[in-house]
């Protein structure tokens, strides 16, 4: 069936950097765009971060462009976020998303920044 489980979340210190993970699995994953997105408490879920099948175009929101980076691996079935100059405000719930025709969810992975 199909699988995204994300990892590498925890927590870290403002300025820090942590690098998430999402292994893929039960589908065809160099087929699908593949998206991050957060949530924080008592916020909406939010896109972070999108990139195409191929790994050729990458988009960011205004609010990590610049500090966090979206890449993947479609020999590992692999989707990858790193995030540096990390902030109180990334606070959240990390999800990645599988999108084609459907879309498939992971089961987040929280991410603290906090001194």
């Known amino acids: 069936q199909v699988q995204l489980v994300e990892s590498g979340g925890g927590l870290v210190q403002p300025g820090g950097s942590l690098r998430l993970s999402c292994a893929a699995s039960?589908?065809?994953?160099?087929?699908?765009?593949m998206r991050w997105y957060r949530q924080a408490p008592g916020k909406e879920r939010e896109l972070v971060a999108h990139?195409?099948?191929?790994?050729?175009?990458?988009n960011y929101a205004d609010s990590v462009k610049g500090r966090f980076t979206i890449s993947r691996d479609n020999a590992k079935n692999t989707l990858y976020l790193q995030m540096n100059s990390l902030k109180p405000e990334d606070t959240a719930v990390y999800y990645c998303m599988a999108m084609r025709l459907v879309a498939y969810w992971g089961q987040g992975t929280q991410v603290t920044v906090s001194s």
């Open positions: 990139i195409t099948p191929t790994g050729d175009s990458t």
């Open positions: 039960g589908f065809f994953f160099s087929m699908y765009a």
